[in-house]
């Protein structure tokens, strides 16, 4: 499976932003998605996770109620809309994927997902 983000940029504090995370490989709805993120100097992070069903999320707390993850699996596509930015969600934001059996099953470890995608800069600026 290959995983391409796109959608990175620079906006102002406040603005908005949306990631899309494209899957090749076998059917998208094979696997969970999750988004990541890591600033300079920084460990990588857990930002949101969608099940294989897309019913269930859930979000790092600081992007609780800015940053909305969803999944389109007619169009073996991820996003992670991103409102209200702040300076501190600049990071390279990368998607991952892996096969897991549940439907329900939301990972929010790196170590839940075996495949990533490359990153995609985003820039907040104040």
């Known amino acids: 499976v290959q995983l391409q983000a796109s959608g990175g940029g620079l906006v102002q504090a406040g603005g908005s932003l949306r990631l899309s995370c494209s899957v090749s490989?076998?059917?998208?709805?094979?696997?969970?998605m999750g988004w990541f993120r890591q600033a300079p100097g920084k460990e990588r992070e857990f930002v949101a996770g969608i099940s294989r069903s897309g019913s269930v999320t859930n979000y790092q707390d600081s992007v609780k109620g800015r940053f909305t993850i969803s999944r389109d699996n007619t169009k073996s596509t991820a996003y992670l809309r991103m409102n209200s930015l702040k300076p501190e969600d600049t990071a390279v934001y990368s998607c991952a994927a892996d096969e897991w059996s549940g439907w329900l099953r939301v990972g929010v470890s790196p170590l839940d997902y075996r495949f990533w995608g490359q990153g995609t800069q985003v820039t907040v600026s104040s």
């Open positions: 490989g076998r059917t998208v709805s094979a696997y969970g």
